[in-house]
């Protein structure tokens, strides 16, 4: 597969400064690629590499291009948002190689008589449909994919294989969810019944579950990371917005609502009922407690865990770095003593100052 | 689907105040519950909103029922634990709703001709039953389940979609799986041979398996949540006792012992050889390390790390809330000099009190 | 099935001390084993336990044997790695009694026809195996597994249920992988196209996808724990060098690189395009995070946060015990105020020290 410079640049609306005819095979990074090659330049601290590269032409920003055009030998290829261009580049490369499958059904799949299905839509080998679900155009449902009764899956969205769609639940256009996620669980609600407080062994106790009538309902763009869940509501649904990115592993409880463009990295815990706001960046295993609120643009480093609501945007933290374990170990002791230590100085304090 | 207070009220053991007829279709919190639905009081800050609220009646405790009656309009609905009936009336609702599948085996599912499967059972498309397995009555194993050889699925339990119990793992009655955990995994355990310690460089060394032949032991009404792994035991049984109630993405080792009623949030980790008391509850993304004992009614923070037994009841922590990440960085670079600034305490507190 | 320890002695290298005749049918603890029975020694805190065992025989070094012969009155079975031992007789038992499944594909698999599978492979039930795979000699490919496009299982490995390899994924020989695993999955990663940075909220954003074009490549004998996640790599691969032992419920992102024998307990998120040596331990709940390079022997405690890289051999924390929660609370509020109490310490030194 092999475009032009002019070719690419105007399916993706760019400008070509130098030879417009240079064939491009494929993307690489500015220090690895080779002439046949599209690089990209989106952090100035490679600048000097623009100079060095072996790439056929490096997608760049007018304001780079004006300052490094006159060093380089390259071809260049200017747009507002260079790293963009070249993801929407490697896009349209991948698709012209890897064929999506054809559309129908694959003669294993299970589909149940009331489910509708577009044409265009593809259904791999033992994938179940139940009841009334719904599936749109050029959708891609992967082998042993499940769609629970009256669940749908918007058009052009990509279920890998072993995804499963819990009864009722609503995935928009676009979705990508990956092997293993599952989307629609119950949410985790149980009302204690262990009989009289006072006596609390008495009797043997129980848990009484507490049912999920509601669903999970996922925008348009959101991709959703392998082995991910999300639960379905109690009463009321579990809201993801449209293109939240979800990593892998990712746990988020009956009731939250995801705000839009908000990006979890993988292994993250959000319990019940929390509402995360628009554009946040939470970091990798960050847990946040049920019932807060995080407005805009709030970001969560790694490992850090929310226990209040943070209606200010900004960037919040409570994780630790390790260092070498006797010295943690020596000090974290301490960490259980902090209280004596500040009891000592305000004694210190009264004798030196009162004096 | 709609009861009158009346015929709930003798199905769910409760007394009536007001009028016994009115109907009711459902369940709704009492600040959004219509004419036709049942809230509930179960927290007394919300005792005003008993007052204001539309719905047709409100379970309630005699004791708030005598505070508030004279001052509300609903009828009451009298019970010794308003949250736990406001539960049970909700499953009954919602299992008038929807049906369970009907009894038998969907002609794609494949099960050995050794295992025993109880005539009153459902089972899913592409369900896998192996040889001498044993599913109990009214059992409901829904699409694409594996049951490996011997093992045994209780009366009326539920497993969903994608959900895997290895081979002789026993589940109890009323067990809930959902979609995607993982019941008998083997332990992790290798006995290293990596040659002369003292060249350890020398030789390619080696991680020999430690095979895991002990199973997991489920009993009744233990809930399991998505993508959630129990691992089977050593030589022993990894046992999670009955009315246990696991959240979505935990972790729980071999040879672990979780007792009766205790409850585990989402993304919690159980390290091998742990066995932890009845009635405790494990906040979401807490890890426990091998082999230690926790006693009953021990509650853990959220993220916490438990790395001594605990015999004692109570609520253990070491889990930091996340602030700005400025003001944490600051002193989390402290925190790796406490041992220094109690020097310099030390030493103030010689000079000043030696004087 | 039983063996005479001579047997096993031929079979395992060893030498026998006492009568060689005896009959083993098992092996067990010291504290537990019978008059049938195997156990071992490897910690000599057990060694006065060898003297009371009822076992047949104990597996001992040399070392311990001199020590330990004349008290005891089990036979012995003397090697250079007890531990080791015991656990290559324990495979050998366990392989005796659970007979592998035959050769051969089941009905229900869906194989392409252009994949290779090997005669000896067994493919079990409803397994779907796309174009131009490849499965080597002895694989065990249990039901429901899906192997991708042109991805390559090695001889002898075994695949446990639901186990997902997207396409193009290589696996070594000998590759274990647990019910659920997921490898190869894409990478997570975006470029954001969110418009003129000064007017963020003037419109859409979007999030653009940066395609994963590289695998995942996995050695020879290395275990992959159940509902464990491997990514795909962004156009290079992410590697799982040979005898790497992951644990169930880990997250591995795109462009990691594991070296040799590196151990990996459950619940460890590693963020991308981070190198971790050879000989590692990474403890439960672990952290680390993207583009770090961890060197060879490098040890993470249980819950800690790797921050930076680590070159250096030894044992790094950064995680809390749990205390009780009074008393954690008041310290931990402290925390906070570290730069403060330093502070004070600072101007009482300047007053009693300048005096």
Chains 1, 2, 3 share one sequence.
């Not at 002439?35 to 989106?42: E, H, I, V, Y």
């Not at 070249?86 to 698709?95: C, D, L």
């Not at 994938?127 to 009334?132: D, Q, W």
């Not at 939250?256 to 995360?276: H, K, L, M, P």
């Amino acid at each position: 597969m092999s475009f032009t410079l002019n070719q690419l640049a105007q399916r993706f609306s760019g400008r070509i400064a130098g030879d417009g005819e240079r064939q491009i095979e494929g993307l690489a990074p500015l220090d690895g690629a080779g002439p046949r090659q599209l690089a990209f330049l989106a952090n100035p601290k490679y600048l000097t590499q623009v100079v060095s590269t072996r790439a056929a032409a490096v997608l760049i920003t007018e304001d780079y291009f004006a300052k490094i055009n006159s060093k380089a030998f390259c071809a260049f290829f200017i747009v507002p948002n260079p790293y963009a261009t070249f993801a929407r580049i490697a896009q349209y490369f991948a698709e012209s190689v890897d064929k999506p499958p054809p559309a129908g059904v694959h003669p294993s799949a299970f589909i149940d008589p009331s489910a509708r299905l577009a044409p265009s839509a593809s259904i791999g080998p033992y994938t179940v449909i139940e009841a009334n679900a719904v599936v749109g155009e050029r959708a891609r449902l992967d082998a042993h994919v499940f769609i629970g009764k009256g669940a749908t899956v918007g058009e052009a969205s990509h279920l890998y294989p072993h995804v499963t769609v819990y009864h009722g639940c609503t995935l928009g256009a676009r979705v990508i969810a990956h092997a293993g996620a599952v989307i629609g669980s119950d949410g985790f609600g149980f009302a204690p019944d262990f009989g009289d407080e006072n006596h609390p062994h008495d009797r043997s106790g129980e848990w009484v579950k507490i049912v999920q009538t509601g669903a999970v309902v996922i925008g348009d763009d959101v991709e959703i990371g392998a082995n991910t869940t999300i639960d379905r509501g109690t009463m009321a649904d579990t809201v993801i917005e449209r293109s939240v990115k979800i990593d892998n592993l990712v746990q988020i409880a009956h009731n939250c609502r995801i705000g839009a463009y908000t990006v979890i990295a993988g292994c993250v815990g959000i319990a019940g009922s929390t509402t995360i706001g628009r554009h946040c960046m939470i970091g990798g295993a960050a847990g946040i407690i049920g019932h807060l609120i995080l407005g805009d643009r709030v970001s969560v480093a790694a490992k850090s865990l929310v226990t209040k609501s943070l209606p200010k945007a900004g960037f919040y933290s409570s994780a630790f770095p390790a260092i070498p374990r006797s010295d943690w170990n020596r000090n974290a002791t301490l960490m259980h003593k902090l209280d004596t230590l500040r009891a000592r100085i305000k004694q210190l304090e009264a004798t030196v100052f009162s004096a």
